[in-house]
């Protein structure tokens, strides 16, 4: 494959200082390995060396698909380095950069399952499991930082506003403030479906923990996505959110 070192950066967007140090193609698996660092200064005597033996251990996040290979990054970066803002970088503990995790979330905000999400990325399970535990124990961030404010007023303006137009099946939009409020606990209804109390329980307890907006707003789709699909048995439970 006709691909040089700088054309790979350009593709994974790096910018100075950081580069492609080596590459490796495996054609069998459709995979490409990247190793990134800093540009090493060459000069007298091996100076270059002395910031090579800065950079800490090597991070390996899987990254989005560059035209349909399988993208690994190899991340070689000195301990100092803050790579929070940088799509193809991640959290030392997660197994996918930025701009990865922020695809894979938004499959989550579709509905897509485990296996399906699986399927369309060709992400182990396991590693799957990883990133949603962590999103659910508030331990993975999506919300970009500029944009956290915008978001958190944004939350209170919606709250306070009038309910919005139920949908077709009955069930109040997903805009309407009645979930947040059922949510958080500060709205309480009779529930004599099992399987709603359990889903409750469970998100409820997720919601103490989790600070980060989009990650909250995943939790109450979750929520509206099965009043919606079991409706029909939910008759006593809506009768009572479209009384607030």
């Given at each position: 494959?006709?691909?040089?070192?700088?054309?790979?950066?350009?593709?994974?967007?790096?910018?100075?200082?950081?580069?492609?140090?080596?590459?490796?193609?495996?054609?069998?698996?459709?995979?490409?390995?990247?190793?990134?660092?800093?540009?090493?200064?060459?000069?007298?005597?091996?100076?270059?060396?002395?910031?090579?033996?800065?950079?800490?251990?090597?991070?390996?996040?899987?990254?989005?698909?560059?035209?349909?290979?399988?993208?690994?990054?190899?991340?070689?970066?000195?301990?100092?380095?803050?790579?929070?803002?940088?799509?193809?970088?991640?959290?030392?503990?997660?197994?996918?950069?930025?701009?990865?995790?922020?695809?894979?979330?938004?499959?989550?905000?579709?509905?897509?399952?485990?296996?399906?999400?699986?399927?369309?990325?060709?992400?182990?399970?396991?590693?799957?499991?990883?990133?949603?535990?962590?999103?659910?124990?508030?331990?993975?961030?999506?919300?970009?930082?500029?944009?956290?404010?915008?978001?958190?007023?944004?939350?209170?303006?919606?709250?306070?506003?009038?309910?919005?137009?139920?949908?077709?099946?009955?069930?109040?939009?997903?805009?309407?403030?009645?979930?947040?409020?059922?949510?958080?606990?500060?709205?309480?209804?009779?529930?004599?479906?099992?399987?709603?109390?359990?889903?409750?329980?469970?998100?409820?307890?997720?919601m103490e923990v989790i600070t980060d907006d989009e990650v909250r707003m995943l939790k109450l789709?979750?929520?509206?996505?099965?009043?919606?699909?079991?409706?029909?048995?939910?008759?006593?439970?809506?009768?009572?959110?479209?009384?607030?």
């Amino acid at each position: 494959m006709a691909l040089d070192k700088a054309l790979l950066g350009r593709l994974l967007q790096l910018n100075e200082p950081w580069t492609v140090r080596e590459f490796r193609f495996d054609p069998g698996a459709r995979r490409v390995d990247a190793w990134i660092g800093l540009e090493v200064q060459r000069g007298w005597f091996g100076l270059g060396r002395k910031q090579a033996d800065q950079e800490g251990a090597e991070r390996v996040w899987r990254h989005i698909d560059l035209a349909g290979w399988r993208c690994h990054l190899h991340v070689l970066a000195p301990a100092s380095a803050d790579l929070s803002a940088l799509p193809w970088a991640g959290p030392a503990d997660m197994p996918f950069s930025q701009a990865l995790s922020k695809q894979v979330f938004a499959l989550f905000n579709e509905g897509v399952s485990l296996n399906g999400i699986c399927a369309i990325t060709g992400i182990p399970l396991q590693e799957l499991w990883k990133f949603k535990f962590a999103l659910d124990q508030g331990k993975a961030a999506i919300t970009d930082p500029a944009r956290a404010a915008v978001a958190a007023q944004a939350a209170v303006a919606a709250d306070a506003a009038a309910p919005a137009v139920a949908s077709d099946d009955d069930v109040p939009d997903v805009a309407d403030p009645v979930w947040l409020q059922l949510i958080e606990g500060r709205r309480d209804i009779d529930i004599r479906a099992l399987s709603l109390k359990l889903l409750m329980t469970r998100l409820r307890s997720q919601m103490e923990v989790i600070t980060d907006d989009e990650v909250r707003m995943l939790k109450l789709r979750e929520l509206h996505r099965y009043f919606v699909k079991n409706a029909r048995m939910l008759g006593h439970e809506l009768a009572q959110l479209r009384t607030h």
